[in-house]
């Protein structure tokens, strides 16, 4: 095949490839991913590629330093696949290197380039052996020390050596250390746990971190980062107790003062918090009170309450290892209840119709069960005789109504027993006599 050569040249890595427009092509020339001693040239040409071959320019002596042509397609085809040296590339120093690439394909096309690409001849970094002397931290243990050792891969030979003065810096969300390597590689930093956002901790080599090493090689160390290791924050127990003065008000009462008491499970057991704030939206706005040294603060009086109430207050943990606290009261508002009539009426010689209603100031029960009770005397020895299960709203009131067998003079009254959440009631007492 007869070419044609011109002038041009192709973006290859971030380098411009100068070379004769041909029908073979680099699409790219970079430092093998896997292995540091080793390059890839990625050709495509019209035939098979029959010859390969790259020169390392250094940019550092402006001399082509070696010139490599024992290659293997490692993956595609010979028209458009990628090629690798058989062996490690020795080269007399760690540097990065200019790719040039001339190629010769079986139907005679010809390639030369000048830079496709660059050659990092560096040392392969690995924090791999990374560890933590604790992956739980608690109110005693409130930190971490990660340590391991800085090892580099050296691309002539491919070993694995120590890497001495260099540093390692650890992370953990928001904190920091760092420290400088051994002769053995070996490094150690200790992390402080201080916020809930730190659930992991990890290691890393960067070499441009601006500490400057003893190794003038060290410029060529690549960075390397630890595998993140997780660490959870266990924290301590805490109670809060709180004790109103009162559990039951009337209506529109108030509880005149609440108690609180905050206590940590401390190695010797439980204990005060001094001096932490409580918080609660109680007692008619947002108050806030401080515990004293036995862990006891006080909270004024509530508003008057209308029916039933909730007393609560927390405390928000101002220590990552200590949990947040929160307690609350229930407050039973006994609600008023009082009968707005009560007429007993004798209907014939043998029965009494009782008819009344009862009121209530806020709350209704479920159901109203009222008693209709007599007494010969009026003064005691009262007896239920009758019981209307279930009053009914009626306008005035929640009324009833019941027929009672009686032929006997005497007085007569009913009553409603609210039991825990509604007053009690007793009507007028009113006097019939026999007919």
């Given at each position: 095949m007869v070419s044609t050569f011109v002038v041009g040249s192709v973006a290859?890595?971030?380098?411009?490839?100068?070379?004769?427009?041909?029908?073979?092509?680099v699409l790219f020339a970079v430092t093998d991913s896997s292995n540091n001693g080793k390059l890839d040239v990625s050709l495509s040409a019209p035939s098979d590629v029959t010859s390969l071959q790259v020169s390392l320019f250094s940019e550092t002596t402006q001399q082509t330093v070696a010139t490599v042509t024992n290659f293997k397609l490692v993956s595609g085809?010979?028209?458009?696949?990628?090629?690798?040296?058989?062996?490690r590339i020795q080269l007399p120093a760690l540097d990065t290197y200019r790719i040039d690439v001339s190629a010769i394909d079986a139907d005679g096309d010809t390639l030369s380039t000048t830079g496709s690409g660059y050659f990092d001849y560096d040392v392969q970094t690995n924090l791999d052996d990374a560890t933590v002397d604790r992956t739980t931290v608690d109110y005693q243990d409130r930190?971490?020390?990660?340590?391991?050792?800085?090892?580099?891969?050296?691309?002539?030979?491919?070993?694995?050596?120590?890497?001495?003065?260099?540093?390692?810096?650890?992370?953990?969300?928001?904190?920091?250390?760092?420290?400088?390597?051994?002769a053995d590689g070996s490094w150690?930093?200790?992390?402080?746990?201080?916020?809930?956002?730190?659930?992991?901790?990890?290691?890393?080599?960067?070499?441009?971190s601006g500490y400057v090493s003893s190794d003038p090689n060290s410029r060529f160390y690549d960075s390397s980062l630890s595998r993140s290791i997780g660490v959870k924050i266990k924290q301590t127990a805490t109670k809060l107790f709180l004790t109103p003065s009162a559990r039951s008000v009337p209506f529109q009462g108030a509880v005149s003062s609440t108690?609180?008491?905050?206590?940590?499970?401390?190695?010797?057991?439980?204990?005060?918090?001094?001096?932490?704030?409580?918080?609660?939206?109680?007692?008619?706005?947002?108050?806030?009170?401080?515990?004293?040294?036995?862990?006891?603060?006080?909270?004024?009086?509530?508003?008057?309450?209308?029916?039933?109430?909730?007393?609560?207050?927390?405390?928000d943990s101002d220590d990552v290892f200590l949990a947040d606290a929160q307690a609350?009261?229930?407050?039973?508002?006994?609600?008023?209840?009082?009968?707005?009539?009560?007429?007993?009426?004798?209907?014939?010689?043998?029965?009494?119709?009782?008819?009344?209603?009862?009121?209530?100031?806020?709350?209704?029960?479920?159901?109203?069960?009222?008693?209709?009770?007599?007494?010969?005397?009026?003064?005691?020895?009262?007896?239920?005789?009758?019981?209307?299960?279930?009053?009914?709203?009626?306008?005035?009131?929640?009324?009833?109504?019941?027929?009672?067998?009686s032929s006997t003079a005497g007085f007569w009254r009913a009553t409603f027993s609210g039991g825990k959440q509604?007053?009690?009631?007793?009507?007028?007492?009113?006097y019939l006599p026999a007919s």
């Amino acid at each position: 095949m007869v070419s044609t050569f011109v002038v041009g040249s192709v973006a290859l890595g971030g380098a411009v490839a100068a070379h004769a427009t041909t029908g073979i092509s680099v699409l790219f020339a970079v430092t093998d991913s896997s292995n540091n001693g080793k390059l890839d040239v990625s050709l495509s040409a019209p035939s098979d590629v029959t010859s390969l071959q790259v020169s390392l320019f250094s940019e550092t002596t402006q001399q082509t330093v070696a010139t490599v042509t024992n290659f293997k397609l490692v993956s595609g085809t010979a028209m458009d696949g990628v090629w690798q040296p058989k062996t490690r590339i020795q080269l007399p120093a760690l540097d990065t290197y200019r790719i040039d690439v001339s190629a010769i394909d079986a139907d005679g096309d010809t390639l030369s380039t000048t830079g496709s690409g660059y050659f990092d001849y560096d040392v392969q970094t690995n924090l791999d052996d990374a560890t933590v002397d604790r992956t739980t931290v608690d109110y005693q243990d409130r930190s971490v020390t990660m340590s391991g050792h800085l090892m580099g891969k050296w691309p002539a030979t491919g070993d694995v050596t120590p890497l001495a003065d260099e540093e390692v810096d650890v992370s953990s969300y928001s904190q920091y250390g760092s420290a400088i390597t051994a002769a053995d590689g070996s490094w150690s930093v200790t992390i402080p746990f201080t916020s809930e956002y730190q659930s992991s901790i990890q290691a890393e080599f960067a070499y441009d971190s601006g500490y400057v090493s003893s190794d003038p090689n060290s410029r060529f160390y690549d960075s390397s980062l630890s595998r993140s290791i997780g660490v959870k924050i266990k924290q301590t127990a805490t109670k809060l107790f709180l004790t109103p003065s009162a559990r039951s008000v009337p209506f529109q009462g108030a509880v005149s003062s609440t108690s609180a008491t905050l206590l940590w499970d401390s190695p010797s057991g439980w204990a005060p918090l001094v001096g932490k704030t409580l918080g609660s939206n109680s007692f008619g706005s947002f108050l806030q009170e401080t515990t004293d040294a036995n862990g006891n603060a006080v909270f004024p009086a509530t508003p008057a309450l209308w029916n039933d109430a909730t007393i609560s207050a927390g405390w928000d943990s101002d220590d990552v290892f200590l949990a947040d606290a929160q307690a609350s009261s229930a407050i039973t508002v006994v609600q008023p209840s009082t009968f707005v009539s009560f007429t007993p009426t004798r209907t014939d010689a043998s029965t009494v119709t009782a008819t009344g209603d009862l009121g209530f100031s806020f709350d209704t029960p479920g159901t109203i069960p009222v008693d209709i009770q007599f007494s010969a005397t009026g003064k005691g020895g009262w007896t239920t005789v009758a019981t209307v299960p279930n009053a009914w709203f009626d306008g005035p009131g929640y009324g009833f109504s019941i027929t009672i067998p009686s032929s006997t003079a005497g007085f007569w009254r009913a009553t409603f027993s609210g039991g825990k959440q509604f007053e009690s009631a007793t009507s007028s007492v009113v006097y019939l006599p026999a007919s």
